[in-house]
Every structure is written in C-alpha cells, then in structure tokens.
Nanobody, 114 residues
C-alpha cells in the first residue's frame, strides 16, 4: 500500500489548510486511516483518525479546529485544519492501519507563522 500526501505549506496563525492523502488500489485492506505529526524535537503523535465505518478520534489539542474526513470509494482521507497555531507546525504523515500493519506516507510540512 502506498500513501501520497499533499496540501502542506506555510500559513499565518489563524489560517487554514487542507491535507489530502490518497492510497493505492490495494488500500482495501486498510481499516483505519489517519494523520500523525512530528514537530521539531518532538515524538510523532496522533492528530486524527477515522475508521472505514466513520468512527473518529482526535488529539485533544486539535479538537474543534481540525476535521478528518474520508471517501472510501476514492481511498482518500482529508484533514481540514482551521484556526492554525504556531504549535501546529510539524511534518504531517498520513497513516493507514490494516489491523496488522501500519503504512506511512512520506510526510508533508506544515508551517504556521505567528
């Protein structure tokens, strides 16, 4: 399974960005898709995830600001990020979990300036 992210960039605090992640045709084995991030000097952390059935999970730090969505037919997951803060600056990674194996995208940089 290959995951390809897009949509990162530089934005001012308070702005918005939308990340997209497309999985390869073999993505039918993936149940949960989501987004992780790794800031400078920090460990990788879960941002948001969504199961194939639509159950979601968010990090407390992004609740009310970020929204994850998914189009199963297109093997695509999105992360709408609003009210961005400088502390959201990180490399964002798309993740797919089959129940046995984690798959990762290459990462996309999100930088929020103050």
């Amino acid at each position: 399974v290959q995951l390809v992210e897009s949509g990162g960039g530089l934005v001012q605090a308070g702005g918005s960005l939308r990340l997209s992640c497309v999985a390869s045709r073999s993505a039918f084995i993936i149940n949960t898709m989501g987004w992780y991030r790794q800031g400078p000097g920090k460990q990788r952390e879960l941002v948001a995830s969504m199961t194939r059935g639509g159950n979601t999970n968010y990090a407390d730090s992004v609740k009310g600001r970020f929204t994850i969505s998914r189009v199963n037919a297109k093997n695509t997951v999105y992360l709408q990020m609003n009210s961005l803060k400088p502390e959201d600056t990180a490399v964002y990674y798309c993740n797919g979990f089959s129940g046995y194996t984690n798959y990762w995208g290459q990462g996309t940089q999100v930088t929020v300036s103050s």
